[in-house]
């Protein structure tokens, strides 16, 4: 992301542009692999740092949405539908565990303490869950969109 990031800049193209990072099955099973990292089940991880890489993720996981949205255009429409669907998924399972674990509190409902004052980590990652979802709608009727936004 950051290289596409540069090579827009470099070139003077004020939008993201995808040479580097688009969707694919390569780049979801990455995409799976970092998650599942931070948000495994059976761990409590109580101290603020391992709370705050809990949050960080589902902040990553919105990056990567909307940084996966302008290569949409350029996949042919059995490659757009299988992409979109894997994300789909990835994303249903980490709002689940997500939900999961503020539920059980392994996501701590009190505050950060020193690290962001005055918050609850449960309202942070409720909204980032929020944030979420609304993104993979966005993604998903856009995908929807895209092959006769093409025809015409």
């Known amino acids: 992301m950051?290289?596409?990031?540069?090579?827009?800049?470099?070139?003077?193209?004020?939008w993201f542009p995808y040479k580097y990072f688009s969707l694919s099955a390569?780049?979801?099973?990455?995409?799976?692999?970092?998650?599942?990292?931070?948000v495994d089940l059976s761990s409590s991880m109580p101290g603020n740092v391992d709370q705050v890489a809990k949050i960080g993720i589902l902040a990553f996981m919105c990056?990567?949405?909307s940084n996966l949205m302008p290569s949409l255009a350029s996949m042919d429409n059995k490659s757009l539908l299988a992409n979109v669907t894997g994300l789909s998924i990835l994303v249903i399972t980490l709002i689940a565990n997500m939900s999961?674990?503020?539920?059980t509190h392994v996501i701590n409902p009190y505050t950060f303490g020193s690290v962001i004052?005055?918050?609850?980590?449960v309202i942070v990652a409720c909204s980032y869950i929020v944030v979420l979802?609304?993104?993979?709608?966005?993604?998903?009727?856009?995908?929807?969109?895209?092959?006769?936004s093409k025809i015409y």
């Open 133 to 148: 979802l609304f993104l993979l709608i966005l993604l998903i009727s856009s995908a929807i969109t895209i092959p006769a």
């Open 63 to 65: 990056t990567i949405m």
């Open 100 to 103: 999961i674990q503020i539920r």
């Open 117 to 121: 004052p005055n918050y609850s980590m």
């Open 2 to 14: 950051a290289l596409n990031l540069l090579y827009g800049f470099r070139n003077r193209k004020f």
């Open 26 to 38: 390569a780049s979801v099973t990455v995409i799976t692999v970092a998650v599942k990292l931070t």
